[in-house]
């Protein structure tokens, strides 16, 4: 399943996703990861979630992206949920469509049981068609 937390640069979808990562501790049986392009919420975030900075590694195209998501999936078999900050700079996917990469997610969310929840720096009414109904909040 795929979540979208939507809007502007500086609406703040962060603080949103941070929120949601948190409470998801609380109750989830299994483990979280919050995928991000620097390690500065690093503090912010509960001491139960895996936080990665996705700037390490050479992630420089969609392709790379997916192929890191799967990396992650296939190393813990307890993965609930994912949170990705700055899903366009993750992705690789800043002016591109999106829809390819969410239907992508889709199916591997689907196949591995692994809830995705994605800050996308986009209104919501600028989304693809396949995207705009999986978003949960639009700022």
């Not at 994605?118 to 600028?126: C, G, K, P, Q, T």
Request: hydrophobic letters at 40%; aromatic letters at 6%; proline letters at 1%.
């Amino acid at each position: 399943m795929v979540q979208i937390i939507a809007g502007k640069k500086g609406k703040g979808k962060t603080k949103h996703l941070l929120g949601k990562a948190n409470a998801a501790v609380k109750e989830s049986k299994g483990s979280i990861v919050y995928l991000d392009k620097s390690s500065k919420h690093m503090y912010e975030l509960s001491n139960k979630i895996r936080l990665i900075n996705v700037k390490e590694y050479p992630v420089d195209s969609s392709e790379a992206f997916i192929g890191f998501i799967c990396g992650i999936i296939s190393q813990d078999h307890d993965l609930e949920q994912m949170y990705l900050d700055s899903f366009l700079k993750l992705s690789c996917m800043e002016g591109e469509d999106i829809s390819g990469v969410v239907d992508t997610l889709e199916k591997i969310g689907e196949k591995y049981h692994v809830t995705f929840i994605l800050s996308v720096s986009m209104d919501a009414s600028e989304l693809p068609e396949n995207a705009k109904a999986d978003v949960v909040i639009s700022l």
